[in-house]
Nanobody, 117 residues
Framework: QVQLVESGGGLVQAGGSLRLSCAAS????????MGWYRQAPGKQRELVAD???????TYADSVKGRFTISRDIAKNTVSLQMHSLKPEDTGLYSC???????????WGQGTQVTVAS
């Protein structure tokens, strides 16, 4: 059984930086994608960024140029470096693993990011 454990997050002033990390345990083989989604109060969950095993990254338009996603495939970890944070970046950030061409999708518990203005 795959489990995702996130770390990082917290409270930061606008313009500040945070780093989120996620570690996956269990057997993970083949093509897959790991990434981050976020959900703000009263809004739907949205993709922030993800990165495939063949190194293709996708970013939400709102974070391009400010956030950088990276992976250590051997260690099954993914990180999200966030700079120039804005109040609208506030939300619950959840780690995601997309496996077996979507047949298996796993989520972490989520970590709160709050950006104060």
């Amino acid at each position: 059984q795959v489990q995702l454990v996130e770390s990082g997050g917290g409270l930061v002033q606008a313009g500040g930086s945070l780093r989120l990390s996620c570690a996956a345990s269990g057997t993970i083989t083949g093509f897959n994608s790991m990434g981050w989604y976020r959900q703000a109060p009263g809004k739907q969950r949205e993709l922030v960024a993800d990165l495939t095993t063949n190194d293709v990254a996708t970013y939400a338009d709102s974070v391009k140029g400010r956030f950088t996603i990276s992976r250590d495939i051997a260690k099954n970890t993914v990180s999200l470096q966030m700079h120039s944070l804005k109040p609208e970046d506030t939300g619950l950030y959840s780690c995601n693993l997309w496996l077996n061409w979507g047949k298996n999708i796993y989520w972490g518990q989520g970590t709160q990011v709050t950006v104060a203005s």
